[in-house]
């Protein structure tokens, strides 16, 4: 089946370092993949996504690019601030019997220090 | 479009009690999902609804948990004989279906955290 597994942690940062979150995939067919961010309090919202290989997904100075072979969606970003700070999910969206039923990974924790 | 809404925002209830919960997704959105969180774990799919028609239930759902979504609008979701075990986050989505269906982006509400005694 479908399945994203994601690096554990919290990730525990000061302000401007660079940042890994590690994200791999198992999908039958082609998936689409996405990230989403999940601010204390709120719903989980995109971040960024991807919907072929060799794609890069961008948004708010975090990328990630869509690597088959692979099967990769690794989260960057080069100078990470306190606000920065939250749950990132690892989601996929590939055909599942014919539907298309997004699939998450069990996120990361991101604290960012002054 | 104020976005997903889900209500109530949490419940407490004692084990044996039923309990609904209600979505309420962007109007222009024709599909409807129903996702349960655990403390330190993702999103696990429940259900998905196309309009008014529930076109798959994952086997996690058993036959205490039931959902519907009357005329494709707003949709509940109720769980019978609540056990401790069901306590956990109940996460609604929606996404418009442009054909594309695998790089449809979800927009969730902030969902509806269920405490059983």
């Known amino acids: 089946g479908n399945s994203v597994t994601q690096m554990e942690g919290p990730v525990t940062l000061s302000e401007e370092a660079f940042l890994t979150i590690n994200c791999t995939y198992t999908?039958?067919?082609?998936?689409?993949l996405f990230w989403y961010v999940q601010y204390p309090g709120e719903g989980l919202q995109l971040l960024l996504k991807?919907?072929?290989?060799?794609d890069k997904g961008s948004n708010k100075g975090f990328e990630a690019t869509y690597r088959k072979e692979t099967t990769s969606f690794h989260l960057e970003k080069g100078s990470v601030q306190v606000s920065d700070s939250a749950v990132y999910f690892c989601a996929l969206s590939a055909t599942s019997g014919g539907s298309y039923i997004p699939t998450f990974g069990r996120g990361t924790s991101l604290i960012v220090h002054p | 479009d104020t976005g997903v809404s889900q209500n109530p925002r949490h419940k407490i209830t004692k084990r044996g009690q039923n309990v609904t919960f209600r979505c309420d997704p962007i109007s222009e959105h024709n599909r409807l999902y129903w996702y349960r969180q655990t403390l330190g774990q993702g999103p696990e799919f429940l259900t998905y609804f196309q309009n008014e028609a529930q076109l798959e239930k994952s086997r996690l759902l058993s036959d205490r948990f039931s959902a519907e979504r009357p005329k494709g609008s707003f949709s509940t979701l109720e769980i019978q004989r609540t056990e401790q075990g069901d306590s956990a986050m109940y996460l609604c989505?929606?996404?418009?279906?442009?054909?594309?269906?695998?790089?449809?982006?979800?927009?969730f509400g902030a969902g509806s955290r269920l405490t059983v005694l």
């Open positions: 991807a919907t072929k290989a060799d």
């Open positions: 999908a039958t067919g082609y998936p689409s």
């Open positions: 989505a929606s996404s418009l279906d442009r054909g594309r269906s695998g790089a449809n982006v979800l927009t």
